[in-house]
């Protein structure tokens, strides 16, 4: 590649709506989603919603930064679980916006003298984490080892 080259990528993502709830967000040879506002909009329990959609994709980012990490490092953890939430709020120009969203990381380790270098690359997923890299509203990841939760 040369140096003045921009690399870039294309996601996409097809829309399909009936005129009702549920509408279908569909993927390239993948299942589809139902897709509906939240109830507290007006929308359909059950579905899907936009909000959902952006927290998990947060999360998400962080998971697969922190596993490209992981691997890069020749690290294991022994389990991971993540839990997104979002927070909207109403905005006095008018409708709703994300004031936060917030990314609990849960890693449980046997091998205590990795704790450093797992540390490393939690902190190398939340600076490369490209989704949180492209949103206007505050993005935090934060994260527990072994249950104990790491100072921010």
Known sequence: MHPDEVVSHEFKVA????GEYPGNIGFKDRAGLSLSSP???G?????????????SSIASCYLTTFTFFLNRMKLSVDSLTMEGCGVVEQVPEGGWRFREVMVTMNIRLTNADATA??????????????????????????????????PT
């Open 117 to 150: 270098k797992i540390s490393r690359a939690i902190e190398l997923s939340e600076k490369y984490c490209m989704v949180t890299r492209s949103v206007s509203c505050s993005t935090r990841l934060e994260h527990t080892i072994n249950g104990q939760k790491a």
């Open 15 to 18: 829309i399909t709506w009936p």
């Open 43 to 55: 929308g359909q329990a059950g579905s899907y919603t936009p909000q959902e959609l952006f927290v």
């Open 39 to 41: 109830p507290e909009f």
